[in-house]
Nanobody, 117 residues
């Protein structure tokens, strides 16, 4: 079973940057959509950004202009570059991979991002 492992979270001051990584344990070319989700305490998990195998990306409104999603196929890695971080970005960030044809879905274990002065 392929596994997704996130890294790169941590504590950062408002206005700072973090780069999250999601490493797959093997190639995941059969998962045509990958994305980042987040879940803040007491809130439901929400999508942050997605990217398709063809490179089309989608970023939710609260992250537009601040977050960038990218994928390195050769290294089976997904990235989320987060700039201009705000306290409300504090959450556990999860990596997700989906085969939209079979609905097979993978989740990582999450990485904590805390934005605080």
């Amino acid at each position: 079973q392929v596994q997704l492992v996130e890294s790169g979270g941590g504590l950062v001051q408002p206005g700072g940057s973090l780069r999250l990584s999601c490493q797959a344990s093997r190639n995941i070319f059969d998962y045509n959509v990958m994305g980042w989700y987040r879940q803040a305490p007491g809130k439901e998990r929400e999508v942050v950004a997605k990217i398709t195998f063809g490179g089309n990306d989608y970023v939710v409104d609260f992250a537009k202009g601040r977050f960038t999603i990218s994928r390195d196929y050769n290294r089976n890695t997904l990235f989320l570059q987060m700039n201009s971080l705000k306290p409300e970005d504090t959450a556990v960030y999860y990596c997700n991979a989906v085969n939209s044809y079979t609905s097979k879905t993978l989740w990582g274990q999450g990485t904590q991002v805390t934005v605080s002065s």
